[in-house]
């Protein structure tokens, strides 16, 4: 794949985009903007809900599409609006509620709406940008309170992968589990059947006319796996999730070291020889979120 042959970049934000500080460094600003300059079109695919998309505020001017919440809402960063949302579903969403709270009595519970956010006690603050905008005990008055695109379940005490191990069966098909946070109180995120960052970059491809083969994507965590197989060339970061490490992604290298901008401006140089396969390693534990 040449320069010319890269019509789209997609990127995940935390552990890959953003460094430690949760900013996007100079290099892979730089980086960016060049591609943006030879009219490759910018995407951000995060977990980050849209209100926690200011880091890349500052890059407005190259009017990237924002795929938020793992694809459950398109959002417009320059003109800081919701462009299309997809919900969960609500019945199969109480269903799992109740599954979840009778084999996790002590789980915590919080939900994404188009704008704010919902929770029960037990879970955390998390240093929210943001105070909740709706606080209940009861999960039917949490689904009530907006529009739900994501739900969020924490386990105290299990860590994110064992978490995983232990719902995904119980959740089974009613909505679609993933993972972007490794902690020792794990947090599961599950979006509609079919929402994942990969099928809503799929309607942005369909709407500009850009075939999968055309574009370059970026991820850490599990919520990307989708999003790097789709793309004609896929990168995993150094310190990915082992998920990714298994699957023989391009190496980008580390996300404090902009990996991102130096692995974008060595495609549009045309410098394969500096690419590697990621080599499997142990899971990633980063603490700076999704």
Same mark, same amino acid.
């Given at each position: 794949?040449?320069?010319?042959?890269?019509?789209?970049?997609?990127?995940?934000?935390?552990?890959?985009?953003?460094?430690?500080?949760?900013?996007?460094?100079?290099?892979?600003?730089?980086?960016?903007?060049?591609?943006?300059?030879?009219?490759?079109?910018?995407?951000?695919?995060?977990?980050?809900?849209?209100?926690?998309?200011?880091?890349?505020?500052?890059? +407005?001017?190259?009017?990237?599409?924002?795929?938020?919440?793992?694809?459950?809402?398109?959002?417009?960063?320059?003109?800081?609006?919701?462009?299309?949302?997809?919900?969960?579903?609500?019945? +199969?969403?109480?269903?799992?509620?109740?599954?979840?709270?009778?084999?996790?009595?002590?789980?915590?519970?919080?939900?994404?709406?188009?704008?704010?956010?919902?929770?029960?006690?037990?879970?955390?603050?998390?240093?929210?940008?943001?105070?909740?905008?709706?606080?209940?005990?009861?999960?039917?008055?949490?689904?009530?309170?907006?529009?739900?695109?994501?739900?969020?379940?924490?386990?105290?005490?299990?860590?994110?992968?064992?978490?995983?191990?232990?719902?995904?069966?119980?959740?089974?098909?009613?909505?679609?589990?993933?993972?972007?946070?490794?902690?020792?109180?794990?947090?599961?995120?599950?979006? +509609?059947?079919?929402?994942?960052? +990969?099928?809503?970059?799929?309607?942005?491809?369909?709407?500009?006319?850009?075939?999968?083969?055309?574009?370059?994507?970026?991820?850490?965590?599990?919520?990307?796996?989708?999003?790097?197989?789709?793309?004609?060339?896929?990168?995993?970061?150094?310190?990915?999730?082992?998920?990714?490490?298994?699957?023989?992604?391009?190496?980008?290298?580390?996300?404090?070291?902009?990996?991102?901008?130096?692995?974008?401006?060595?495609?549009?140089?045309?410098?394969?020889?500096?690419?590697?396969?990621?080599?499997?390693?142990?899971?990633?534990?980063?603490?700076?979120?999704?």
């Amino acid at each position: 794949m040449t320069a010319a042959d890269i019509r789209l970049i997609a990127t995940d934000l935390d552990g890959t985009f953003l460094g430690k500080d949760s900013l996007p460094s100079p290099l892979n600003a730089k980086a960016v903007r060049r591609a943006a300059s030879l009219g490759i079109r910018i995407v951000f695919a995060t977990g980050r809900p849209a209100r926690w998309l200011t880091p890349v505020n500052a890059l +407005a001017d190259v009017h990237p599409d924002a795929i938020a919440s793992n694809g459950a809402v398109l959002f417009d960063v320059a003109d800081h609006r919701i462009r299309q949302a997809f919900p969960l579903p609500l019945a +199969a969403t109480r269903e799992v509620l109740a599954l979840v709270a009778e084999a996790l009595p002590h789980a915590g519970f919080a939900v994404e709406y188009t704008q704010g956010w919902g929770r029960t006690p037990a879970y955390p603050l998390r240093g929210d940008f943001v105070p909740p905008s709706f606080t209940s005990d009861c999960p039917d008055e949490l689904l009530a309170a907006g529009t739900v695109v994501k739900l969020l379940i924490l386990g105290p005490g299990i860590p994110t992968d064992e978490l995983h191990r232990a719902l995904a069966p119980i959740i089974g098909p009613r909505l679609d589990v993933t993972l972007s946070l490794m902690q020792p109180d794990g947090i599961l995120e599950l979006s +509609a059947p079919g929402v994942s960052k +990969a099928s809503t970059l799929q309607v942005l491809l369909s709407a500009y006319g850009i075939d999968p083969a055309e574009v370059v994507a970026f991820g850490d965590m599990p919520n990307d796996l989708e999003m790097l197989r789709l793309a004609g060339r896929g990168f995993a970061m150094s310190t990915a999730h082992t998920s990714l490490l298994a699957e023989d992604f391009e190496s980008a290298g580390e996300h404090d070291d902009s990996g991102v901008g130096r692995t974008i401006m060595a495609l549009l140089d045309g410098e394969e020889s500096t690419f590697a396969r990621v080599p499997i390693a142990s899971s990633k534990v980063d603490p700076s979120g999704r």
